[in-house]
Nanobody, 117 residues
Framework: QVQLVESGGGLVQAGESLTLSCTTSGTTSNINAFAWYRQAPGKQREFVAFVKRDGTTMYADSVKGRFTISGDIARNTMYLQMSSLKSEDTAVYYC???????????WGQGTQVTVSS
């Protein structure tokens, strides 16, 4: 089993920055990809970014150029640096981990990010 815990969420103003962290514990030898998803009120959960064990990253168009995903999979830690935040970035952000970028078997509880305009 793998446990994920997100931290770093909070209330910021539009244009400001925030960094989320995701720490893992448990058996992670089969984890090859980490990702961030988010869910805004009344909307479906959506993909934000992923990072693979080999360092490959990918971003949703809505955050490209503003968000940076990074991490040390060997140390089981991942980050999401968010800059130039917009009100539409307001959501609960979830950390996910899995054996590939299509299937994330493990999820955190989420951390709230609120951007005021």
């Amino acid at each position: 089993q793998v446990q994920l815990v997100e931290s770093g969420g909070g209330l910021v103003q539009a244009g400001e920055s925030l960094t989320l962290s995701c720490t893992t514990s448990g058996t992670t030898s089969n984890i090859n990809a980490f990702a961030w998803y988010r869910q805004a009120p009344g909307k479906q959960r959506e993909f934000v970014a992923f990072v693979k064990r080999d360092g490959t990253t990918m971003y949703a168009d809505s955050v490209k150029g503003r968000f940076t995903i990074s991490g040390d999979i060997a140390r089981n830690t991942m980050y999401l640096q968010m800059s130039s935040l917009k009100s539409e970035d307001t959501a609960v952000y979830y950390c996910a981990a899995g054996s590939n970028i299509r299937t994330y078997a493990y999820w955190g509880q989420g951390t709230q990010v609120t951007v005021s305009s």
